[in-house]
């Protein structure tokens, strides 16, 4: 199921399936605890696997609007993408460590051209 991030967090069709499918069953099952027909086991377990599944599906909804997010935005610094992918568990420690030597390496390369680019064309126009 693809994810539009302009939908928001909750969609209309999971909020009406939690009140549709969700809510009933935990309605029905709270409903035959209060009578006595069912344990209390079976009420609290049934209404921590449904709340857990909604739960679920909207961190894995969140989860993907971020990647959609993250990858839509061009103005992200290379270094705040290398942290990004860090913080969100994507790399670990030692990867991040070597990418992030190789970034500042790169950089320093860069500026050392630029500099090097500047002292050219500042002799070219005396």
């Not at 679920?56 to 993408?81: M, Q």
């Amino acid at each position: 199921m693809p994810v539009d991030p302009e939908e928001g967090l909750v969609t209309d069709l999971m909020f009406g399936l939690m009140i549709a499918f969700g809510a009933d069953i935990i309605l029905i099952v709270g409903a035959l605890w209060l009578i006595g027909t069912t344990s209390t086991l079976t009420f609290l377990t049934t209404t921590g696997l449904i709340v857990g599944a909604f739960a679920a599906w909207i961190g894995w909804r969140w989860r993907a609007i971020r990647r959609i997010e993250s990858a839509a935005d061009p103005e992200r610094a290379p270094l705040d993408e290398l942290k990004h992918q860090y913080a969100a568990g994507e790399i670990d420690e030692a990867t991040f460590e070597r990418k992030l030597d190789a970034l500042v390496d790169s950089e320093e390369r860069a500026v050392r051209a630029d500099g090097e680019t500047t002292e050219l064309a500042a002799g070219r126009s005396e």
